[in-house]
């Protein structure tokens, strides 16, 4: 069974940063493409970053890009998601998930990711 687990949320002033992970469990991060989710109370899941580990192509959503960076470690077998200039609305349960990477990364475009983990807390107050 795939399993992704999330870590590294936190409570971070306005303008901070943090880095999230998304280690895998007992599979390898080859050849799929993953993703970073958010859900904010009350608001739909959207996605804010996305990685083919196949061919390393990143897509970005308008919303964060210049802030969000997606990067993966072959060795430790993790995807990150370094969130600079954070702001209130980035507040949310972070999630990472993943799919076939032959679909594309735009979440919108083919089936739905899956595997989903835990999700992390990401909260941004003053």
């Known amino acids: 069974q795939l399993q992704l687990v999330e870590s590294g949320g936190g409570l971070v002033q306005p303008g901070g940063s943090l880095r999230l992970s998304c280690a895998a469990s007992?599979?390898?991060?080859?050849?799929?493409?993953i993703g970073w989710f958010r859900q904010a109370p009350g608001k739909e899941r959207e996605g804010v970053s996305f990685?083919?580990?196949?061919?390393?192509?990143?897509y970005y959503p308008d919303s964060v890009k210049g802030r969000f960076t997606i990067s993966r470690d072959n060795a430790k077998n993790t995807v990150y998601l370094q969130m600079n200039s954070l702001r209130p609305e980035d507040t949310a349960v972070y999630y990472c998930?993943?799919?076939?990477?032959?679909?594309?990364?735009?979440?919108?475009?083919?089936?739905?990711?899956?595997?989903w983990g835990q999700g992390t807390q990401v909260t941004v107050s003053s």
């Open positions: 007992g599979f390898t991060l080859d050849y799929y493409a």
């Open positions: 998930a993943l799919r076939a990477p032959h679909y594309g990364l735009n979440p919108t475009v083919g089936p739905p990711f899956g595997s």
């Open positions: 990685i083919s580990t196949m061919d390393g192509s990143i």
